[in-house]
């Protein structure tokens, strides 16, 4: 896809190495050589064992668990191509960390992802390229460029091959958002794939913690498709699934666009009435959440894609 010889660099760091090796392999180039290690006293090291003076470099991590050890490592990488004399970085983060901090919810709050959006760009990073902030506003956190894909049309492409219209009335289906925050982004894929739309209203008492309230819509003797934009916990995912079954669904099918799949979140989904849950491999799935529930799509060719299109000028919206 990148023209022999073009000077693109991709470099990775320990978040997610898998998920670079795709782009590169996607994109035909090598991977950038590069140490990234963490010191004993938990310091973290970079090291670029190739030029990339005057280059257009890309840098991989996700800032996934643990968080604060990659973005830092992905911070470092910046500096370190940036006093390299790099010609343009792009920070490529797959999944952001700390976006639902995204607002003051009470007195004496910090807005933690504008301070994340401040460290990159003091950094050195040129522009971001990331998927589905979990609030989108969070760009305008940015003093500069943020390309943001969109995980919706990998579901619906999903979905319509899971359901194709020959074989099942999409009038028996319907798209529920979990919470009235996903409204918006629930109604987009509902749309896509001709389906009716309900929500789950919940009040969140604490982190983490939420109790159902009721459900706005019809779904009895549905298929209902949970949408949402993460699952970390899964606690509200599965209470919305549980208070679907009691207001008479017919079968609860979840997708999400990023598994952080934290705590409890396994045994959740194990123990829940969600035939399958659908995620995109934003996050590397760690051994303890094998599970015949859940399913992960490749999003890395859109990145490389998305990449093309940065390095080239292109415009990213052609990909949607």
């Known amino acids: 896809m990148i023209t022999y010889g073009t000077n693109v660099k991709v470099f990775c760091g320990n978040a997610y190495p898998e998920f670079a090796a795709h782009i590169c392999s996607e994109l035909g180039i090598p991977m950038g050589r590069s140490i990234v290690k963490t010191f004993a006293d938990g310091e973290i090291s970079v090291s670029l064992e190739e030029t990339v003076r005057g280059a257009d470099v890309f840098l991989v991590n996700s800032t996934c668990k643990p968080v604060n050890n990659n973005l830092m490592e992905l911070l470092i990488m910046i500096d370190?191509?940036?006093?390299?004399?790099?010609g343009r970085i792009t920070a490529v983060i797959p999944y952001f960390g700390y976006a639902r901090q995204d607002r003051?919810?009470?007195s004496r709050d910090p807005i933690s992802s504008k301070?994340?959006?401040?460290?990159?760009?003091?950094?050195g990073a040129d522009r971001v390229l990331t998927m589905d902030?979990?609030?989108?506003?969070?760009q305008g956190f940015f003093d500069i460029p943020v390309d943001h894909l969109l995980g919706n049309p990998t579901f619906v492409h999903y979905y319509l091959e899971k359901f194709p219209e020959t074989e099942y009335d999409h009038d028996n289906f319907v798209v529920v958002s979990p919470d009235v925050g996903s409204v918006s982004r629930a109604r987009t894929f509902a749309a896509k794939v001709h389906m009716g739309l309900a929500i789950v209203d919940k009040r969140r008492q604490k982190a983490n913690v939420c109790e159902v309230m009721n459900v706005i819509g019809d779904v009895e003797g549905k298929n209902c498709?949970?949408?949402?934009?993460?699952?970390?916990?899964?606690?509200?995912?599965?209470?919305?699934?549980?208070?679907?079954i009691d207001n008479g669904a017919k079968a609860v099918y979840a997708c999400a666009t990023h598994g952080v799949l934290s705590g409890p979140a396994f045994d959740r989904i194990e123990a829940s009435p969600i035939?399958?849950?659908?995620?995109?491999?934003t996050i590397p799935l760690t051994n303890?959440?094998?599970?015949?529930?859940?399913?992960?799509?490749?999003?890395?060719?859109?990145f490389a894609r998305a990449i093309a299109h940065i390095h080239g000028g292109t415009s990213i919206a052609d990909l949607f």
């Open 288 to 302: 303890n959440t094998a599970s015949s529930k859940i399913k992960a799509l490749d999003v890395s060719p859109i």
């Open 275 to 281: 035939q399958e849950l659908v995620i995109l491999n």
């Open 133 to 138: 902030l979990h609030a989108a506003q969070i």
């Open 80 to 86: 370190a191509c940036r006093r390299a004399s790099a």
């Open 104 to 106: 003051k919810a009470k």
């Open 225 to 244: 498709i949970l949408f949402d934009d993460m699952v970390d916990t899964a606690g509200s995912l599965c209470n919305a699934a549980q208070a679907l």
């Open 115 to 123: 301070l994340v959006a401040n460290m990159l760009t003091a950094a």
